[in-house]
């Protein structure tokens, strides 16, 4: 809003310091022509690493050279005066102050009825104290609504970069126990092979010395051909330092990245459609890797595993623990849900596909992602699921989408896991079809 109080604001936007964040102090002006307390460049350059540089702009200079700078020491001070004077407010009301009943909003202040009608604040904008209490409690709860948005969103980078971590050292112990192994197993069919050697030596050293002479030659070259050999201790150091190398290396890799190629490696499943469980208007094909929904309802027999009214089908696989990874495409599709569910879900008559149900989802239905929970739960993933990821983390009690391309993090369930735990397909239009990757 055009005013005297935007004004100020701006002025005193352009005369803080880069340094300090507060008004200038004694200011000086570098060659580059930025300013900056006298103070604060003094402590900048009293460091004793690196060279004579800005600040703001890094430009090296060979010589401390500092203007003082008059005129903006001049704004900060002509500042302060406005301040000063534009916080003074009515000064009829010093001793009645319940007639304060206006709020100046150029000048930020109280004003009584009276000095409302004064030269100063004659062509000001006022409004009533309780608007003006009003405007800056919501100005409040916006800024509190954004700081809360931004913790969560930081909780949500603080919980990817765990699980990264997570993996990581999931994977250096693999490495070094499978390494461990291959050692231990080599070692003892080499020491299988010394004490077998030892013996025969001892047995020959009993014999008569025509005997002994005679194989002496062969036994003698036979150990020293022995040699035990020796773990490649280096490469295993080499292989732990990349698997837990820091961020910092990783540079060039978002966390997604990484994310994706250190589950595919460790926790990605070979899911398959179990045909027993599929609604009779689905049609599953290609070795259970395949699912559509037909216009027509299949004959098929009426089993207990069967979902008979919505049209969804269950993975063959199920789990009870540990982290599982799989992936789902999804081909020309407007209405589907992808997710898991518990063996103990409804089969017979309509169910609705939330969590408390024992379901845990997202799909696309109109042209909008959701997650399916009983409250519309919307999704803005920046980029159309073409291939879903989900993670199971079934210890933790999690199980988490992503988009398998990007490996852009779409949604996370979080619920005690106390029984067994099915991949879920849920297709309503004909024109979708699910695939899940091999």
């Given at each position: 809003?055009?005013?005297?109080?935007?004004a100020?604001?701006?002025?005193?936007?352009d005369?803080t310091?880069?340094?300090?964040?507060?008004?200038?102090?004694d200011?000086?002006?570098?060659?580059?022509?930025?300013s900056?307390?006298l103070?604060?460049?003094?402590?900048?350059w009293?460091r004793p690493?690196?060279?004579?540089?800005?600040?703001?702009?890094?430009?090296?200079?060979?010589?401390?050279t500092?203007?003082?700078?008059q005129?903006?020491g001049?704004a900060?001070?002509r500042?302060?005066?406005?301040?000063?004077?534009?916080?003074?407010?009515?000064e009829?009301?010093?001793?009645?102050?319940?007639n304060?009943?206006?709020?100046?909003?150029?000048?930020?202040?109280?004003?009584?009825?009276?000095?409302?009608?004064?030269?100063d604040?004659?062509s000001?904008?006022m409004?009533?104290?309780e608007?003006?209490?009003?405007?800056y409690?919501?100005k409040?709860?916006?800024?509190?609504?954004?700081?809360v948005?931004?913790?969560?969103?930081?909780?949500?980078?603080?919980?990817?970069?765990?699980?990264?971590l997570?993996?990581?050292?999931?994977?250096v112990?693999?490495k070094?126990?499978?390494?461990?192994?291959?050692i231990?197993s080599?070692?003892s069919?080499?020491?299988?092979s010394?004490?077998?050697?030892?013996?025969?030596?001892?047995?020959?050293?009993?014999?008569p010395a025509?005997?002994f002479?005679?194989?002496v030659?062969?036994?003698i070259?036979?150990?020293?051909?022995?040699?035990?050999p020796?773990?490649?201790?280096?490469?295993?150091?080499?292989?732990?330092?990349?698997?837990?190398?820091r961020?910092s290396?990783?540079?060039q890799?978002?966390s997604?990245?990484?994310?994706?190629?250190?589950?595919?490696?460790?926790?990605?499943e070979?899911?398959?459609?179990?045909?027993?469980?599929?609604?009779?208007?689905l049609?599953?094909?290609?070795?259970?890797k395949r699912v559509?929904?037909?216009?027509t309802k299949?004959d098929?027999?009426?089993?207990?595993?069967?979902?008979?009214?919505?049209?969804c089908?269950?993975?063959?696989?199920?789990f009870?623990s540990?982290r599982h990874?799989w992936e789902?495409?999804?081909?020309d599709?407007?209405?589907?849900?992808?997710?898991?569910?518990?063996?103990?879900v409804r089969?017979?008559?309509?169910i609705r596909?939330?969590?408390?149900?024992?379901?845990?989802?997202?799909?696309l239905?109109?042209?909008?992602?959701?997650?399916?929970?009983?409250?519309?739960?919307h999704?803005?993933?920046?980029q159309?699921?073409?291939?879903?990821?989900l993670?199971?983390?079934?210890d933790?009690?999690?199980?988490?989408f992503?988009?398998?391309e990007?490996?852009?993090?779409?949604?996370?369930?979080?619920?005690?896991f106390t029984?067994?735990?099915f991949?879920?397909?849920?297709?309503?239009s004909?024109?979708?079809?699910i695939?899940?990757?091999?």
């Amino acid at each position: 809003m055009p005013g005297r109080s935007s004004a100020m604001y701006s002025l005193s936007t352009d005369l803080t310091c880069p340094v300090c964040l507060e008004y200038y102090s004694d200011p000086v002006t570098l060659a580059c022509g930025h300013s900056f307390c006298l103070s604060c460049i003094s402590r900048c350059w009293e460091r004793p690493y690196g060279s004579f540089s800005c600040p703001v702009c890094r430009q090296n200079f060979t010589q401390r050279t500092l203007k003082r700078n008059q005129q903006l020491g001049e704004a900060v001070q002509r500042l302060h005066t406005q301040r000063a004077q534009s916080s003074r407010g009515c000064e009829c009301t010093k001793k009645q102050h319940e007639n304060l009943k206006l709020f100046c909003r150029n000048d930020e202040s109280l004003l009584c009825v009276v000095c409302d009608r004064s030269q100063d604040h004659r062509s000001h904008n006022m409004i009533p104290i309780e608007e003006a209490a009003q405007e800056y409690k919501n100005k409040v709860e916006s800024e509190k609504r954004k700081v809360v948005v931004e913790f969560a969103q930081l909780r949500q980078l603080l919980d990817e970069q765990e699980k990264i971590l997570l993996i990581r050292l999931d994977a250096v112990g693999m490495k070094l126990s499978k390494t461990e192994s291959r050692i231990a197993s080599r070692l003892s069919t080499e020491t299988s092979s010394l004490q077998k050697l030892v013996q025969e030596t001892k047995e020959m050293c009993q014999k008569p010395a025509a005997e002994f002479l005679k194989n002496v030659k062969s036994a003698i070259m036979r150990c020293e051909t022995v040699r035990l050999p020796q773990p490649n201790v280096s490469l295993m150091a080499d292989r732990s330092d990349t698997l837990v190398r820091r961020p910092s290396q990783d540079s060039q890799l978002s966390s997604s990245c990484i994310l994706l190629k250190e589950i595919s490696q460790q926790f990605k499943e070979d899911v398959t459609l179990d045909g027993k469980t599929a609604n009779p208007y689905l049609v599953v094909y290609e070795n259970g890797k395949r699912v559509k929904r037909c216009d027509t309802k299949q004959d098929m027999p009426d089993n207990p595993e069967r979902f008979d009214s919505d049209p969804c089908i269950l993975a063959c696989e199920g789990f009870t623990s540990g982290r599982h990874y799989w992936e789902v495409e999804v081909e020309d599709g407007r209405y589907w849900a992808v997710g898991v569910t518990k063996e103990s879900v409804r089969r017979k008559g309509g169910i609705r596909a939330i969590p408390e149900e024992g379901i845990w989802a997202i799909g696309l239905y109109w042209n909008q992602y959701r997650a399916l929970t009983s409250a519309v739960t919307h999704l803005s993933p920046s980029q159309g699921l073409k291939k879903v990821g989900l993670f199971l983390d079934y210890d933790l009690g999690q199980i988490t989408f992503y988009n398998a391309e990007s490996m852009e993090h779409v949604y996370t369930f979080h619920h005690r896991f106390t029984e067994k735990i099915f991949p879920l397909v849920w297709v309503w239009s004909t024109e979708t079809r699910i695939k899940l990757s091999p």
